[in-house]
């Protein structure tokens, strides 16, 4: 079995930081990009911020310059370290991975997200 389970959520005010953490675990054969999304009450989720083995990164445009996303291969473990927070970063943060395993070949998997909220 694959998990993906994040950490590093919490309450923090306005200006501040928090580092996220997502750990894959499990019958991993082949993990290439993991990345961060988002969802915030009543809204759909969207992507964050992505990076790929190789360390190639991608953002959206409402976090560039505030977060910055990063990986260690050998822990398969993705971070997702945020400054100058707003109170709109308010969400759950869902860490993604598609992951190759030998009994369901290649799937996409979520963690259960950790929620993140930034008072004003």
């Known amino acids: 079995q694959v998990q993906l389970v994040e950490s590093g959520g919490g309450l923090v005010q306005a200006g501040g930081s928090l580092r996220l953490s997502c750990a894959a675990s499990?019958?991993?054969?082949?993990?290439?990009?993991m990345g961060w999304y988002r969802q915030a009450p009543g809204k759909q989720r969207y992507l964050v911020a992505t990076i790929t083995s190789s360390g190639s990164t991608n953002y959206a445009d409402s976090v560039k310059g505030r977060f910055t996303i990063s990986r260690d291969n050998a822990k398969n473990t993705v971070y997702l370290q945020m400054g100058s927070l707003k109170p709109e970063d308010t969400a759950v943060y869902y860490c993604y991975a598609p992951i190759y395993t030998d009994q369901r070949g290649w799937m996409n998997y979520w963690g259960k997200g950790t929620l993140v909220t930034v008072s004003s």
């Open positions: 499990g019958s991993i054969f082949r993990l290439n990009a």
